[in-house]
Nanobody, 120 residues
């Protein structure tokens, strides 16, 4: 059983930065794909970034503003978000998958989410 707990969300002004953290419990952290998704009210869940081993990949709409990384000894994956825009406002989730994917249905374990709000 994999458990994921996100932290680091909050309110930030446009142009600012936030770093989200996701601590993962379970034996597969080092070998799983860890992904970040976001969901704004009325929208579908959107893939943001993923990391597997040292390979990273990103959603198409981010324009290079976000960086995903992980610390294996700490079992933690991070999402550094820079140059934030009001349209980045959403609940951000981390999730775990046995495969490299951008599809929510391929991720089998999810955190509870953390709210990110970007003011104009």
């Amino acid at each position: 059983q994999v458990r994921l707990v996100e932290s680091g969300g909050g309110l930030v002004q446009a142009g600012g930065s936030l770093r989200l953290s996701c601590t993962v419990s379970g034996p597969t952290f080092a070998t799983s794909t860890l992904g970040w998704f976001r969901q704004a009210p009325g929208n579908e869940r959107e893939f943001v970034a993923g990391i597997r081993w040292s390979q990273t990949y990103y959603g198409d709409s981010l324009e290079g503003r976000f960086i995903v990384s992980k610390d294996n000894p700490k079992n933690t994956v991070y999402l550094q978000m820079n140059s934030l825009k009001p349209e980045d406002t959403a609940v951000y989730y981390c999730a775990e998958s046995p495969t490299i994917s951008r599809l929510p249905q391929d991720f089998r374990s999810w955190g509870q989410g953390t709210q990110v709000t970007v003011s104009p």
